[in-house]
Structures are given as structure tokens and as C-alpha cells.
């Protein structure tokens, strides 16, 4: 199986390249605002292509999946596989999703670290073989541009409490976006697969046209490559 990995899109679906592939994955940030014709717009397209299995989880962006989440259940289109703390089996594969990240400024779907954050990642169960979040893993695919650092500041922003999940459940693979300065980046502790599959660059621009696409057979092979 040949998965293609995507995230923060931001309105720019249309001029990314989307090879076909068997599964694609959304990690989040289809919208800038997440107004309710944003979300119509991108989920038309999204059920368009003509991938046979579709994931997609939310991002901070997309407010309109938080603040109007029934409606949202209700025009989701069939062939959609929305996951929001949940999760769903394709052809063996199990895939957990969910938008939650880190608080910063209160955008959607946020959680302070620690405590508020940890219940959602014990959702997570054992025998997940594709986590897909919207922020990354502490330490993985989450280093921001030196630019937007102040002097003395970590510059790896991921959540800590995602890791510690990710090292106990062992999946294969980790799919997020988020932070834009890592897109296209793949890192690998050994045992799981870390993706940043952001297609825009900082200033919203998209500058990796041509995703990334995992082939899932020689996943091990790119886990011992990396």
C-alpha cells in the first residue's frame, strides 16, 4: 500500500500535486479560518480524488470542526474517514487521529501540556500502526525557523506527552504538519516513522508541491535508513 502524506494546506489544496496513491492522509489545517465554506470547498475536492481510503483529521486552523461539530459530522461525505480521537481499521492498518495540540494563542482544538493534554493521547490504543496527529512529537519534525525563536527558547515545540505515547504504543508510522518550517521532513527513532507533511512554508506559500508518499510495504526499511 502506497500512502500519501499531506497537512496545512490552508486553502491551497489546488496547487498542490496529489499523485494517486491507495490511501491519502490529511493531518490537519485544510482552512485558514475553518469558516463553513472553507470546509464545504475542500471537502468537495478531498472526496474527489480518486484514492480508494481518505483520513483526515483537523488543525488549529479549522475552528468551524470545534464550534460546529455536528454540522460538520453531517456533511462529511461518506468516503471520508473523519478521525477526532478516534479511530478506524483499512485493510489491517490501524489509524488513530486527532487535531489536539499544544495551547498557543487559543486557537482550535488546544490543550495546555501536562494534564489537559495527556487524557486525549491515552486514547491512543495498543496495536495503532499509523498515529496521525496535527502538531508532531517532541523532538521530531518540530524544530521552528531560527527566525521565529527568541534568544534562549527551544526551538522543538512538539508535546512531550505525545512522545511519551508514541514510544509506548510503537507505531510505524507518525504523520503531522503544524510547523511549517519542517515539512517534507521524515525522522525516525528506530521503531517509528516521523513525517511532517506540511505543504506551505512559513509564509503560507507552497513550496512543497510533490508530498510525500509512503510506501508502506518498505516502511522498515525507511525506519532503519533514517
Known sequence: MKILCIS?????????????????????????LGKKNEIELFLKWFSELPHKHKILIAGNHDFGFETHAQWCKEIMPDNINYLNDCGVTIEGLNIWGSPITPYFHNWAFNRYRGLNIQPHWDLIPEGTDIIVTHGPAYGFVDELDPHFVRFG???????????????????????CGHIHSNGGIMESNGETLFVNASVLNESYIPLRTDPVVIDWVNINVLIVEN
Not at 10 to 23: A, G, K, L, S, W
Not at 161 to 169: A, F, G, N, P, T
Request: aromatic share 2%; hydrophobic share 30%.
Open 8 to 32: 496545512d494546506t490552508h486553502n491551497r489544496h489546488e496547487d498542490i500535486i496529489i499523485p494517486e496513491t491507495d490511501m491519502i492522509i490529511h493531518a490537519g489545517d485544510l482552512s485558514s
Open 153 to 175: 527558547e527551544d526551538r522543538n515545540i512538539g508535546c512531550e506527552d505525545l512522545l511519551y505515547r508514541i514510544e509506548q504504543v510503537k507505531p510505524k508510522l507518525h504523520v
